[in-house]
């Protein structure tokens, strides 16, 4: 693995062990009752990690490659975000938390194979727009810090 990257995959770990410790104290019925958002229940939130992970991780597996992969025409974040949380909406939190699991096994594999010359690759971003790929897997792990704190917030708050 590069040095560069290092950190990047000690901070995802780090989130992940995080997010994970948080939903394993919590049973099923709290994870789609606790709200994170006025939208979003923390079973909700993970859905969408599940599902803008692997739409991230995506882009930067085609960036790396050398493919600068665009986004669609028409592309709206946030119909992405409700499709992804609602395509979720009938499988087990232990379901969606496997999916997610697989997606970060593979984040790591992916970031133990890139080289020095493809992380100046870019891609397009959501919100971010034409990104290097070694930019895009600092936004990765801030995105991921982002709604573990929050998922783990929401969940202190429900003790309360």
Not at 29 to 50: C, F, G, I, R
Not at 103 to 113: D, G, I, K, R
Not at 125 to 144: A, C, M, Q, R, S
Request: aromatic share 4%.
């Amino acid at each position: 693995m590069l040095k560069e990257l290092e950190s990047i995959v000690s901070k995802l770990n780090e989130a992940y062990g995080q997010l994970n410790r948080v939903l394993d104290s919590m049973t099923e019925e709290q994870a789609a009752q606790t709200l994170v958002t006025p939208e979003w229940s923390v079973k909700d939130e993970v859905a969408h990690l599940a599902g803008a992970t692997r739409g991230m991780f995506g882009i930067a597996q085609r960036s790396s490659k050398g493919e600068n992969p665009k986004l669609p025409e028409g592309y709206n974040n946030d119909t992405f975000n409700a499709r992804q949380v609602a395509k979720r909406k009938e499988q087990t939190l232990a379901q969606i938390r496997a999916e997610l699991g697989v997606t970060v096994a593979e984040l790591q594999t992916f970031l133990n194979s890139i080289t020095p010359e493809q992380l100046d690759l870019q891609g397009q971003h959501p919100l971010f727009g034409e990104t290097k790929l070694k930019d895009l897997l600092v936004i990765i792990y801030n995105h991921e810090i982002q709604h573990c704190n929050e998922i783990a917030a929401a969940m202190r708050a429900s003790k309360k």
